[in-house]
């Protein structure tokens, strides 16, 4: 089990912090850290007929206070910022899946760009001094070659990606327009056992879990060449943190400079698992997206040396923590049947 203990001397004194998105992979682990170092914490996450707390449920309930909210909601959005009284916003609330993108474009635009834009007018017409973090992506590098840093030309693929971007950019404007606090982390992919299941490598790791509890014998898949950048969404989460702590608001590109291929993913977990993927991977046209990024891999050469920021959870032992997450929800001890199949 990796851990994720906070250093002490990084608790800071008592702030108040809003997450939008907090129910999401990079909210709950954003959530942990804030608590660990003493912060006040508010998240907003959207109305749902399912429970969109799931992620929260490990935390103590006293030490976060949940607001339902949405990014589409104007009003809402000025009631909450005036309720609140932050110091330190997170805004990670996204439509983030990029083939959902194209099935869903107007969506996508309302909740990522307009929503960006909605808060921030709520932050400046509060009055307050806020810090304002925007999660911007990768994916808004889109045809440019690697390796990419904060200099690299965007030339966005997808309605996801030319949505955050819109926002990445009004996060500049109102940063020179009145003088806010405000920065974009451009991050490239991170995972973990919290990771959406609609997600390539959750497909990848729950398949395998489904596969040895003996409930499928596939995995279907789609564009096994693509190459990605992948970190642990505990270690992006300490850059946000980091970047809201400057003394000057920035743009940092965060990333661990080595790319992989998401064939590369997947012989990595089914290896673990003392299986042939060559024999339960299947590829799936539906998966493919009607415009590809081939290949995205971060130089955050700037984030090393403003923020004294590095990845701490190496590639392997993200791979293997997600897969031993989704065993355990198969009711399989990772720890016996890993052992076993390496064996």
């Known amino acids: 089990m ?44 959207r109305r749902s007929s399912s429970s969109p707390d799931t992620r929260l449920r490990h935390l103590d309930p006293r030490q976060i206070v949940l607001h339902e909210g949405d990014m589409t909601d104007a009003g809402a959005l000025h009631r909450l910022v005036r309720e609140v009284e932050p110091d330190e916003v997170y805004n990670l609330a996204a439509q983030s899946h990029v083939h959902v993108s194209f099935e869903q474009p107007e969506h996508t635009a309302d909740v990522i760009a307009l929503g960006t834009v909605r808060l921030l007018e709520a932050v400046v017409q509060s009055g307050r001094t806020v810090r304002f973090y925007q999660a911007s992506t990768s994916e808004m590098f889109g045809l440019s070659p690697a390796p990419q840093d904060e200099t690299t030309p965007f030339l966005p693929t997808s309605p996801y990606a030319c949505a955050k971007l819109a926002a990445h950019w009004t996060v500049a404007c109102y940063r020179r327009a009145y003088g806010l606090y405000a920065c974009s982390g451009i991050l490239f992919n991170h995972e973990s056992p919290r990771r959406g299941e609609q997600f390539v490598t959750r497909k990848v790791t729950r398949g395998i879990a489904s596969i040895l509890a003996g409930r499928a014998d596939t995995v279907r898949l789609g564009n096994l060449h693509a190459r990605r950048d992948w970190g642990h969404a505990s270690d992006y989460v300490r850059a946000m943190w980091l970047m809201l702590q400057q003394e000057r608001p920035d743009d940092y590109v965060i990333a661990t400079g080595v790319d992989r291929s998401v064939g590369d993913f997947v012989e990595a977990a089914f290896g673990m698992a003392g299986l042939d993927w060559r024999r339960h991977v299947e590829m799936d046209l539906a998966y493919v997206r009607p415009s590809e990024v081939r290949e995205l891999r971060g130089d955050a050469s700037r984030a090393r040396r403003d923020l004294g920021w590095r990845p701490r959870v190496a590639f392997a032992d993200l791979v293997r923590e997600m897969l031993e997450s989704d065993l355990r929800s198969e009711g399989l001890d990772p720890t016996r049947v890993l052992a076993a199949r390496a064996a």
């Open 2 to 45: 990796i851990s994720y203990a906070h250093d002490s001397k990084d608790v800071v004194p008592a702030r108040t912090a809003l997450i939008t998105g907090i129910n999401g992979q990079d909210g709950t682990y954003l959530a942990e850290l804030l608590l660990g170092k003493g912060y006040r914490v508010h998240g907003m996450l």
